[in-house]
């Protein structure tokens, strides 16, 4: 073998070294794009569960507050009447107007959000318990009107074990 092909066969350790060396950096960089590529999609993933995700479970927690205080109005509507006290029996009543109302209105900004047809479901099961809510309040107010507190509690027993079946 002549010198030259020895040469040619034979490389410096330095260029070993420099080849190497490209050979990492170019492996670093193609780890480092997927890594980049990988946490914009999850950070585009935290988003969506910060913005909607989150809004959803304040709207629950919301309707569900509104309609606790909505029972929590009846009975204290119940209390009142006892107690003679007429004029807070009505402002309970207003109370309960503006709950339930709260109510439709935070079903229908939910209901932007929901695009399952388990949620969507779930939203119907709601607006029909508010909606079969409302004759059976009526009859409890025209009891309660007329000081009949045994049918006024009658009516809200029942339907207070009616929406303990819904849920």
């Known amino acids: 073998?002549?010198?030259?092909?020895k040469s040619q066969t034979k490389m410096s350790f330095a260029k070993k070294l420099m080849i190497a060396f490209a050979v990492m950096m170019v492996a670093t960089?193609?780890?480092?794009i997927a890594a980049w590529t990988g946490l914009s999609g999850l950070s585009a993933e935290f988003e969506r569960?910060?913005?909607k995700d989150?809004?959803?479970?304040?709207l629950a927690g919301n309707?569900?507050?509104a309609l606790s205080e909505m029972n929590s109005f009846e009975k204290g509507q119940e209390a009142r009447t006892f107690a003679d006290d007429m004029a807070k029996v009505q402002v309970y009543e207003n109370s309960f107007s503006e709950s339930r109302k709260l109510v439709g209105s935070l079903i229908g900004e939910c209901r932007l959000l929901v695009h399952v047809e388990r949620g969507k479901h779930d939203l119907d099961l709601l607006e029909k318990g508010l909606s079969s809510w409302a004759p059976l309040h009526g009859e409890f107010e025209q009891a309660l009107a007329a000081k009949q507190t045994k049918k006024?509690?009658?009516i809200h027993a029942a339907a207070?074990?009616?929406s303990q079946k819904r849920c």
Request: glycine content about 4%; charged content about 25%; cysteine-free.
């Open 152 to 154: 006024a509690l009658d």
């Open 63 to 65: 309707i569900q507050t």
């Open 1 to 5: 073998m002549s010198d030259t092909s």
């Open 29 to 32: 960089m193609a780890v480092g």
């Open 160 to 162: 207070s074990i009616r």
């Open 54 to 58: 989150a809004k959803k479970l304040e």
């Open 49 to 51: 569960a910060a913005d």
